[in-house]
């Protein structure tokens, strides 16, 4: 074959194929949730599920009316979702206050990985809702018990992301940093620091997530306020339709939380995968 005959095929390499087009995600997200909803209102209009115990979807329309319009136990449900959102809140910014700059250091630092990691390892396997009956012990029923396993669930999980963010700067950087004659607290500020903060934002996501989950364990025990506690009480009045709707609100504002950091992740790391 000439070359010039080789040249014109490679030039339409493409000629008579039928480009395939390509849905945006969204539509694929959209088809995906609307396909699960229709199997859910043909099962339970077709009799397949006793409706006691999957509620259908007009039947919880009609409850989370009323749930906004009358609250439940006294309060409305905004109140159930800010008190959760107040201790989630509340305990997640003390485990980062305290998670990172520990997270850091044993990082950065062999001494503190020596002495920490140890300890941590030991600590980390356990879940956090095993601490649940301590908690009640030590600080009683109250919101400072909650606070407390909620800012240690936090703080369990930024620790190991800060740590792996700051042990994860290459060696070739810090003797470039030391060649330059930039001291040890420079180097940390300068080049520990900044290449740790998408370590950072992963352990938010995480800290956060699981912050979350916690709250509605430990609302389970001696709360009267709360998604957590509007869950178990509608649970023991066999109340289903309110337990799906506490649920769904559970994952809505777990949802809207994560949009939250990785709108914030966008701002800060705007560097990221360019």
Same mark, same amino acid.
């Given at each position: ?15 008579? #194929? #039928? ?8 539509? +694929? ?7 699960? @909803? ?24 009609? $409850? ?10 006294? %309060? ?14 509340? &305990? @997640? ?11 850091? %250091? ?22 956090? +809702? ?12 109250? $919101? ?9 669930? %936090? !703080? ?31 180097? !940390? ?48 009045? !066999? #109340?289903?339709?309110?337990? !799906? ?8 504002? &777990? ?9 914030? $992740? #966008? ?8």
């Amino acid at each position: 074959m000439s070359s010039t005959a080789a040249t014109s095929i490679a030039a339409v390499p493409f000629a008579g #194929r #039928r480009v395939r087009r390509q849905w945006p995600a969204w539509v +694929i997200s959209t088809a995906g949730v609307a396909g699960l @909803f229709a199997v859910w209102a043909l099962a339970t209009a077709g009799d397949w599920i006793d409706p006691v115990y999957l509620p259908s979807p007009w039947s919880l329309g009609t $409850e989370l009316v009323t749930l906004f319009r009358d609250g439940y136990k006294g %309060a409305s449900v905004w109140q159930h979702i800010g008190i959760s959102l107040f201790r989630t809140l509340t &305990g @997640f910014a003390i485990g980062v206050a305290l998670g990172v700059p520990v997270g850091l %250091a044993t990082g950065y630092s062999r001494t503190g990985q020596a002495l920490v990691s140890p300890l941590m390892a030991f600590i980390r396997p356990i879940p956090p +809702i095993a601490f649940i009956p301590m908690a009640v012990l030590y600080f009683g029923l109250g $919101e400072l018990g909650k606070v407390v396993l909620i800012a240690f669930t %936090a !703080f369990n999980y930024m620790q190991i992301n800060a740590r792996a963010g700051a042990a994860s700067v290459p060696l070739t950087h810090h003797r470039a940093a030391r060649s330059l004659g930039l001291t040890r607290f420079q180097v !940390f500020t300068r080049i520990v620091l900044p290449s740790s903060v998408p370590h950072l934002f992963t352990g938010f996501k995480v800290a956060m997530a699981l912050s979350w989950a916690v709250v509605v364990a430990a609302e389970l025990v001696g709360a009267q306020r709360g998604l957590g506690f509007m869950i178990s009480d509608a649970a023991q009045l !066999f #109340r289903i339709p309110v337990v !799906f709707i506490g649920i769904a609100l559970i994952g809505v504002t &777990g949802l809207l939380l994560n949009a939250l950091i990785d709108l914030l $992740e #966008r701002r800060v790391v705007h560097w990221r995968n360019r």
